[in-house]
């Protein structure tokens, strides 16, 4: 009788790939801010470097820098409510930002409160102003929107160079010092510290809110008005309050740079400073909350080089001198026609690559 072959066992069919994606089974999931634990990790390893070794790894000019990129920061996150989830466009967010600098500068001059109450109250300035600037403009279509922020920065900055009884004019208006239980605040250090408290925890609140129903309204009213209007969704006081909330940011930011610049002037909030806001969000990344930061970084770094460099041709022409508004028009021209999306779409591209062979 022939012996049975003896038969391996056979290997498993399919063999095994690795995974296509993550996949969400849960609406639970569906809200997790981290897919990941390392997700999670990194975030908490960046807050202590940001709080615990940065600020003393550099000297004054530095901390200087890092707290008007987390001022700048502050307003592209709410630019990016207005713009990136509900697709409105504005230009007058330079307005908003002087509004609550001002507000900021004379509740602590002349009312006497603190920079943590005039600070709120500042973004609740500029929250109502840009309410009531925009209230005509949300209703009719979207190029009315742009016009009108843009007659609102005018208007704005005029009222700001000629009222000098309440505004100083153009002289400029003192700002004091923070304090916080006798503690004087006003060094570049602990400005740096309120400042990146303030941008975090407003990127915490953007970052819930653009994931809550409030936000899926945002995101669907920038895709159609008319489609989402007919879902049920109240379309008007949504973009109403997307302005708002955006002007309420810009307040908050305008009232930080108040208490870094000691001394405020009205030709410091003019059109120039709504396009460099614009061009914040546009080279870190439109609709994206972490290419805030890095876009508001690059302009920032862009200022500071820009303004070394014309300071060294202290007898050239308006031409030369003029090198800033070139500048800024050319950077964000160059991202529009090739990468429309910022520096949040290469960064992403960079995280698909090491997810790929043979870095998976």
């Known amino acids: 009788m022939r012996p049975m072959k003896q038969t391996q066992p056979s290997k498993p069919f399919p063999p095994p790939f690795?995974?296509?994606?993550?996949?969400?089974?849960?609406?639970?999931?569906?809200?997790?801010?981290?897919?990941?634990?390392?997700?999670?990790?990194?975030?908490?390893?960046?807050?202590?470097?940001?709080?615990?070794?940065?600020?003393?790894?550099?000297?004054?000019?530095?901390?200087?820098?890092l707290n008007l990129t987390c001022v700048y920061a502050i307003v592209a996150v709410g630019l990016n409510i207005l713009t990136g989830y509900t697709?409105?466009?504005?230009?007058g967010h330079g307005a908003f930002f002087g509004i609550g600098a001002y507000t900021s500068a004379l509740l602590s001059a002349k009312a006497g409160l603190p920079f943590f109450v005039a600070i709120p109250l500042a973004g609740i300035a500029a929250s109502m102003i840009g309410a009531i600037f925009a209230l005509p403009a949300v209703r009719l279509k979207p190029i009315y929107l742009p016009?009108?922020?843009?007659?609102?920065?005018?208007?704005?900055?005029?009222?700001?160079?000629?009222?000098?009884?309440?505004?100083?004019?153009?002289?400029?208006?003192?700002?004091?010092?923070?304090?916080?239980?006798?503690?004087?605040?006003?060094?570049?250090?602990?400005?740096?510290?309120?400042?990146?408290?303030?941008?975090?925890?407003?990127?915490?609140?953007?970052?819930?809110?653009?994931?809550?129903?409030?936000?899926?309204?945002?995101?669907?009213?920038?895709?159609n008005d008319r489609v989402a209007s007919t879902m049920g969704i109240?379309?008007?006081?949504?973009?109403?309050?997307?302005?708002?909330?955006?002007?309420?940011?810009?307040?908050?930011?305008?009232?930080?740079?108040?208490?870094?610049?000691?001394?405020?002037?009205?030709?410091l909030?003019?059109?120039?400073?709504?396009?460099?806001?614009?061009?914040?969000?546009?080279?870190?990344?439109?609709?994206?909350?972490?290419?805030?930061?890095?876009?508001?970084?690059?302009?920032?770094?862009?200022?500071?080089?820009l303004t070394f460099f014309t300071g060294c041709f202290t007898d050239a022409d308006t031409t030369v001198m003029s090198l800033h508004e070139f500048t800024l028009g050319f950077v964000i021209v160059m991202f529009m026609v090739f990468e429309p999306e910022g520096m949040a779409k290469i960064w992403r591209n960079i995280k698909w690559g090491f997810k790929r062979w043979p870095f998976s």
């Not at 400029?172 to 990146?196: D, E, H, K, R």
């Not at 953007?206 to 669907?220: C, E, M, P």
């Not at 614009?278 to 970084?297: D, E, H, P």
Request: hydrophobic share 50%; aromatic share 10%; proline share 3%.
């Open 269 to 305: 909030f003019n059109l120039t400073r709504s396009i460099e806001f614009l061009a914040v969000i546009v080279i870190g990344g439109i609709g994206s909350i972490s290419g805030s930061v890095v876009g508001a970084l690059v302009i920032v770094s862009l200022n500071e080089i």
């Open 87 to 91: 697709g409105q466009l504005s230009l």
């Open 147 to 223: 016009m009108a922020t843009l007659a609102g920065q005018f208007i704005v900055e005029y009222i700001l160079r000629h009222w000098d009884s309440l505004t100083g004019g153009s002289k400029g208006l003192a700002v004091p010092t923070p304090v916080l239980l006798g503690l004087n605040l006003g060094s570049n250090l602990s400005l740096f510290y309120i400042s990146a408290t303030c941008l975090l925890l407003l990127m915490w609140l953007v970052d819930n809110l653009v994931r809550s129903k409030i936000g899926r309204a945002f995101l669907a009213t920038r895709q």
């Open 18 to 65: 690795h995974s296509c994606g993550r996949f969400k089974t849960s609406y639970r999931e569906e809200l997790n801010r981290f897919q990941t634990p390392l997700g999670r990790r990194l975030m908490i390893m960046g807050i202590i470097c940001l709080f615990g070794l940065m600020p003393f790894m550099g000297n004054d000019s530095l901390l200087h820098l």
């Open 234 to 267: 109240a379309v008007f006081p949504h973009k109403l309050l997307a302005f708002a909330m955006s002007s309420f940011f810009a307040g908050i930011a305008g009232s930080l740079f108040a208490y870094g610049a000691t001394t405020i002037t009205p030709g």
